[in-house]
């Protein structure tokens, strides 16, 4: 299902609330937020604020089903994102990005590939990375350790993993 850009933050935007609406956070769409690298006034996609600790996250989508002048708007995209000076994620998805731009998003510390199913919202390997950040940002261990158990020792001080 193709989408444009501002319909895949929405979708993004669906996703983080349904998820982790219930963990205390609020998430808001488009908000200006300081200037850009060029000296622009930035808008950013989405604000994930957890009132509580002060704590936000801003996730910028980036969404590309056929091919197109959004590759050259990624290296853009992860340098401003750095310099905004607070946590960040730049989300992406889509069919329409080059090898060299996935290899550069796959390599990027502050992207995440996020491909919510529009149906459900339900949390997939496809959205895996963005929970990470996430949890990494607010610090909701149970996302990064779920299904696991903590390691024990067994009498005679082997370790036990699950």
């Given at each position: 299902?193709?989408?444009?850009?501002?319909?895949?933050?929405?979708?993004?935007?669906?996703?983080?609330?349904?998820?982790?609406?219930?963990?205390?956070?609020?998430?808001?769409?488009?908000l200006f937020l300081g200037k850009t690298i060029i000296g622009k006034n930035r808008r950013v996609d989405i604000l994930?604020?957890?009132?509580?600790?002060?704590?936000?996250?801003?996730?910028?989508?980036?969404?590309?089903d056929s091919t197109g002048t959004v590759d050259e708007k990624i290296p853009y995209t992860l340098q401003d994102m750095e310099a905004i000076g607070m946590p960040v994620c730049v989300v992406y998805a889509?069919?329409?990005?080059?090898?060299?731009?996935?290899h550069m998003l796959a390599a990027a510390p502050r992207a995440a590939y996020c491909a919510p199913d529009p149906e459900t919202l339900a949390p997939t390997d496809a959205t895996r990375e963005l929970d990470v950040a996430l949890?990494?940002?607010?610090?909701?261990?149970?996302?990064?350790?779920?299904?696991k158990?903590?390691?024990?020792?067994?009498p005679g001080g082997g370790p036990t993993v699950a």
């Open positions: 299902m193709a989408l444009t850009g501002n319909q895949y933050a929405n979708l993004v935007a669906a996703y983080i609330v349904k998820n982790f609406g219930d963990r205390g956070i609020e998430v808001y769409r488009e994930v604020l957890q009132r509580e600790t002060g704590s936000a996250l801003v996730v910028e989508c980036k969404y590309q889509g069919a329409g990005f080059s090898q060299g731009i996935l949890a990494m940002t607010f610090r909701w261990w149970d996302l990064v350790v779920r299904g158990l903590p390691v024990s020792l067994v």
